[in-house]
């Protein structure tokens, strides 16, 4: 796994897999803003609500560890796929080129759920509200982060849900989610979590 925010890398790593580890100055910087997107309302009203969405979801892409064979270079793109139709669509295509972990942001649109074999990171529209405990199953067992902003996501099976709460978004994580898909959340993203739940979904 590649190396915490929330713990400096080992000095003597140069060379070695670890050495994707987070600049420490980068991660406070990324972590600050996250903090702010999550805690502070009068920071998401200089975005729009698609805007600070695909904000969030590029922050979970920092603070999220994939195994160490993901990515076949410490270059090679992360992709962001989106699934169905939701207004966070066009705001995510700002995102296009940006760096989360040393690795360029790719975007790419999902026609179904089973041409999902490039993505990082999946998004599911509101549109798969009704598909959406078949959607997810359509990503079990695979090295894939499933965000979405419908109701009751996590307890459906999805790793991080976005909610409304308090007059601002928020964010959700279910542990279990995580773990069948091999990847690790960093404790500072989980200490921002308004809710974790470790929850297994019915098939």
């Not at 994939?66 to 139709?85: K, M, N």
């Not at 939701?86 to 080129?97: C, Q």
């Not at 041409?115 to 509101?126: R, S, Y």
């Amino acid at each position: 796994m590649v190396a915490h925010a929330d713990r400096p890398a080992p000095p003597d790593t140069r060379g070695t897999p670890r050495a994707r580890a987070r600049s420490p100055w980068r991660s406070g910087l990324a972590l600050l803003a996250l903090a702010m997107l999550a805690g502070a309302p009068l920071a998401q009203e200089q975005l729009s609500e698609p805007q600070a969405k695909a904000a969030f979801i590029l922050n979970f892409a920092r603070y999220v560890d994939w195994p160490e064979r993901t990515f076949p270079s410490r270059d090679a793109p992360l992709t962001i796929c989106l699934i169905g139709r939701d207004s966070v669509a066009t705001a995510l295509t700002a995102l296009e080129g940006r760096l989360a972990n040393g690795h360029p942001v790719a975007l790419r649109t999902l026609g179904s759920a089973s041409e999902n074999m490039a993505c990082h990171v999946v998004f599911i529209g509101a549109s798969e509200t009704r598909r959406l405990a078949q959607t997810l199953r359509s990503f079990s067992g695979q090295a894939i982060l499933t965000v979405g902003d419908i109701d009751g996501f996590i307890d459906a099976g999805g790793a991080i849900g976005l909610v409304q709460g308090n007059g601002r978004l928020q964010f959700e994580v279910n542990r279990t989610a995580l773990e069948q898909a091999q990847l690790k959340a960093s404790s500072n993203l989980l200490k921002l979590a308004r809710n974790l739940i470790d929850f297994k979904a019915r098939n």
